[in-house]
């Protein structure tokens, strides 16, 4: 993701067998165009044509959710603008070629119904034409945020402010993922039961480049059919232990956490040796008992989310020993997170790698959660579910 590179990301500049020579920290963006400060070095290591190699993602401290607002809003833009402005970590945006978008504040026509309707992975239950909710970048609309069709701007805009806070989380989540530039060995399997679709795997750059990866995903979107039970198949490939975590976002924007699911003791549980693999649900003694990862209909996306760190993620996994506690959750089940508990958890995850990072590297910014690649592996994949 372009917007991955900002300032305070930390790049190697490396040869041609990939061994480093530098370091290049990011200043700046404009556009394609990126710039930044030798590090350490005497400039004539850099040579034209070298290549660069995220060392360091910068993460914002004060990342936000930028809304679109679509022209469909009509004579009531300017309302959504200044309400958008109101809440906190949302950026209202223009909709244009240029401008990034996360979703589209917009309201439901006798179009966009009809673009709807030709989607055959849209839910069949679409929100009535002239209500006011939320679209995806591609106009796709995510259904659970459309209210009545009576409805005020800046009642719709009051209304999905829980919805905001757990699609922020969503974004903070997703800027950590490293897949094409992690040199941790770690690779996952998405296994289907039985004959209901191909099993499909992704493998973060350490793992591929080292040959460990048996097949590379040849799509980032598996399709899948309603009812299909899924096992995660996480192997560590490193000669050190990591610490595994796996969660799924849905199409709504809500977070799962499958794994780590002993709440009482998370750590332990999320440790995976050297050479072993974690297969997620895990099947226990009374496999009858056991929660099972389940795809449902009739149609839509979901998005798995693997992250593999070096060191214990304790703060987010202090975190969510707690709301297993005051939710009485039973070990083995899987966590849904609330919308204020999404964003808490997600902010502790940061902390947790940006620990991490600057006990290794302690010149990372102050404004940004810096995330090591040589340290965190966070690999994703898209699973449709379609009849």
Same mark, same amino acid.
């Given at each position: 993701s372009l917007e991955s *590179? /900002? %300032? +305070?990301?930390i790049f190697n500049l490396i040869d041609a067998k990939g061994k480093p020579l530098a370091e290049v920290?990011?200043?700046?963006?404009?556009?394609m165009v990126g710039y930044g400060k030798l590090r350490g070095s005497q400039r004539a290591v850099i040579q034209p044509g070298a290549l660069l190699r995220e060392r360091v993602r910068g993460v914002p401290t004060d990342l936000t959710l930028e809304i679109g607002i679509d022209a469909s809003l009509s004579n009531q833009t300017e309302i959504a603008r200044k309400e958008l402005e109101k809440v906190n970590r949302v950026e209202p945006v223009a909709v244009n070629q240029k401008q990034n978008t996360d979703f589209i504040l917009g309201k439901m026509t006798s179009e966009y119904l009809k673009l709807a309707e030709k989607e055959k992975t849209t839910d069949t239950n679409l929100p009535p034409?002239?209500? *006011?909710? #939320? *679209? @995806?970048? +591609?106009?796709?609309?995510?259904?659970? @945020? *459309?209210?009545r069709v009576n409805e005020t701007v800046d009642r719709a805009i009051q209304r999905l402010q829980p919805k905001f806070k757990m699609l922020l989380a969503g974004r903070i989540l997703?800027?950590? #993922?490293? %897949?094409? /530039? $992690?040199? #941790? %060995?770690? /690779?996952?399997?998405?296994?289907?039961? +039985?004959?209901?679709g191909d099993s499909s795997t992704i493998a973060s750059r350490g793992a591929e480049e080292s040959g460990l990866a048996t097949q590379r995903i040849k799509t980032t979107l598996q399709t899948l059919k309603p009812e299909t039970e899924i096992k995660v198949h996480v192997k560590n490939q490193e000669n050190r232990n990591l610490y595994i975590a796996?969660?799924?976002?849905?199409?709504? +924007?809500?977070?799962?956490?499958? !794994?780590? $699911?002993? !709440?009482?003791?998370?750590?332990?549980a999320s440790l995976v040796k050297p050479g072993e693999k974690l297969v997620v649900p895990p099947t226990t003694v009374n496999p009858e008992n056991d929660f099972k990862f389940v795809v449902q209909g009739p149609s839509g996306f979901l998005e798995l989310l693997i992250l593999a760190s070096t060191e214990p993620l304790r703060n987010a996994l202090r975190g969510i020993k707690q709301i297993a506690r005051s939710r009485g959750t039973r070990s083995g089940d899987p966590l849904a997170f609330t919308e204020e508990e999404s964003v808490t958890a997600m902010a502790s995850l940061l902390g947790d790698l940006d620990d991490t990072t600057r006990a290794s590297i302690a010149s990372v910014r102050g404004d940004v959660r810096g995330v090591d690649t040589t340290q965190l592996a966070a690999l994703s994949a898209t699973i449709e579910v379609a009849e």
């Open positions: *590179f /900002t %300032k +305070g990301a920290e990011q200043t700046s963006r404009d556009g034409v002239g209500s *006011f909710g #939320l *679209f @995806s970048s +591609g106009l796709i609309p995510i259904s659970d @945020s *459309f209210g997703r800027s950590v #993922l490293n %897949k094409n /530039t $992690s040199s #941790l %060995k770690v /690779t996952a399997d998405i296994v289907p039961d +039985g004959t209901r796996v969660l799924v976002i849905d199409s709504s +924007g809500n977070i799962v956490l499958l !794994y780590p $699911s002993d !709440y009482n003791s998370p750590e332990d």
